[in-house]
T-cell receptor, first 113, second 111 residues
Framework: DVKVTQSSRYLVKRTGEKVFLECVQD?????MFWYRQDPGLGLRLIYF???????EKGDIPEGYSVSREKKERFSLILESASTNQTSMYLC????????????FGAGTRLSVL | GQNIDQPTEMTATEGAIVQINCTYQ??????LFWYQQHAGEAPTFLSY????GLEEKGRFSSFLSRSKGYSYLLLKELQMKDSASYLC????????????FGAGTQVVVTP
């Protein structure tokens, strides 16, 4: 079974803090993704990566950055957290190439106060 | 979700059948996915259709019509544990494996 692990289930941070969300997958997948999920808006793609050290902006990259130094790990960084970044953050991975099935981590519910 | 439309909520009785419709933009289409998401949990993959027709997996079936930009997920013999959000997602040919997700359909199963 594919396992995608997110480092925290719940986080509470203060406005202006730098926040790191970590994601690790154990299936040697090429592609990794970060989404946020808000009621009524569905999953929105923040950033994705199709290879080590490669990253591409998704639909809502503003206020976020990412890092992929190793194939199995994809980090989402909030440089200066704001209250409108309070959300559920989901990490996913997929094999790559023509195979698009994405496998998700359990999610991190971030509250920015 | 961008160009992906599905109903917000559906209610059905235990043992019944529910059909969740999804329409999407057809240009550059590369597969239609359905995911199930229970409250507070990760989405889990249910089905993938890339060719027209019906794919059956136990109590769940998924249908695709590429020319109409239309899919549905059919849930038969509903059980209480099927109460969840069902997400429709579309792959695209030039997308590096990205998916576009609909906002999800909340299915409520009542006794």
């Amino acid at each position: 079974d594919v396992k995608v692990t997110q480092s925290s289930r719940y986080l509470v941070k203060r406005t202006g803090e730098k926040v790191f969300l970590e994601c690790v997958q154990d299936m040697d997948h090429e592609n990794m993704f970060w989404y946020r999920q808000d009621p009524g808006l569905g999953l929105r793609l923040i950033y994705f990566s199709y290879d080590v050290k490669m990253k591409e902006k998704g639909d809502i990259p503003e206020g976020y950055s990412v890092s992929r130094e190793k194939k199995e790990r994809f980090s989402l960084i909030l440089e200066s957290a704001s209250t409108n970044q309070t959300s559920m953050y989901l990490c996913a991975s997929s094999i790559g190439g023509g195979e698009n099935i994405q496998y998700f981590g359990a999610g991190t519910r971030l509250s920015v106060l | 979700g961008q160009n992906i439309d599905q109903p917000t909520e559906m209610t059905a009785t235990e043992g019944a059948i529910v059909q969740i419709n999804c329409t999407y933009q057809t240009s550059g289409f590369n597969g239609l996915f359905w995911y199930q998401q229970h409250a507070g949990e990760a989405p889990t993959f249910l089905s993938y259709n890339v060719l027209d027709g019906l794919e059956e997996k136990g109590r769940f079936s998924s249908f695709l019509s590429r020319s109409k930009g239309y899919s549905y997920l059919l849930l038969k013999e509903l059980q209480m544990k099927d109460s969840a959000s069902y997400l429709c997602a579309r792959g695209a040919t030039d997308s590096w494996g990205k998916l576009q997700f609909g906002a999800g359909t909340q299915v409520v199963v009542t006794p």
